[in-house]
């Protein structure tokens, strides 16, 4: 079984460069604030959030999966884009390599489109099925809600 890469669009009313700080740049301390439940922490391990930083972030109680490491790949703040691969721990079982490459685009009413591109290549006995397709599409659209939610209730941010 070949990568498997799907295309997800997210549209949001926050502002382009708002949603992006929060999301990338600040989003160690944002994300477990808008997810508490599902994401406890987010650590630098090594790195000083550029290119070739290591995070490890842990997940809640309930958790299929206790934590995952990764590895900022690409970071352009005036551009909105940033990539990562996971390189320890999550899904990794199951997938040889799972990278995400994420661009933050402003609309004309002020909002943004959050475009992201998840790529999963299987380890070669691994069957993946539509339906773990579908929930990793649903958790990525959902944590970008929670954040844009965090973020109208905390428009200081």
Excluded: W
Aim: glycine content about 8%; aromatic content about 8%.
């Amino acid at each position: 079984m070949g990568a498997i890469t799907y295309d997800m669009e997210i549209s949001s009313s926050i502002s382009a460069d708002k949603m992006f700080k929060a999301f990338v740049l600040d989003g160690d301390t944002i994300i477990p604030k808008a997810l508490p439940h599902a994401i406890t922490s987010v650590q630098t391990l090594e790195g000083d959030g550029g290119v070739g930083t290591i995070k490890l972030t842990t997940f809640g109680e309930g958790s299929v999966h206790k934590s995952v490491k990764h590895r900022i790949d690409a970071l352009d703040k005036e551009n909105f884009t940033y990539s990562y691969s996971i390189i320890e721990g999550g899904a990794l079982d199951v997938f040889e390599s799972i990278s995400y490459h994420i661009k933050i685009v402003a609309t004309p009413d002020g909002g943004c489109i959050c475009k992201n591109r998840s790529i999963y290549t299987p380890k070669c006995d691994a069957q993946v099925s539509e339906e773990e397709i579908k929930a990793g599409k649903e958790r990525a659209s959902g944590i970008f809600k929670k954040v844009e939610a965090y973020l109208l209730a905390n428009p200081d941010c």
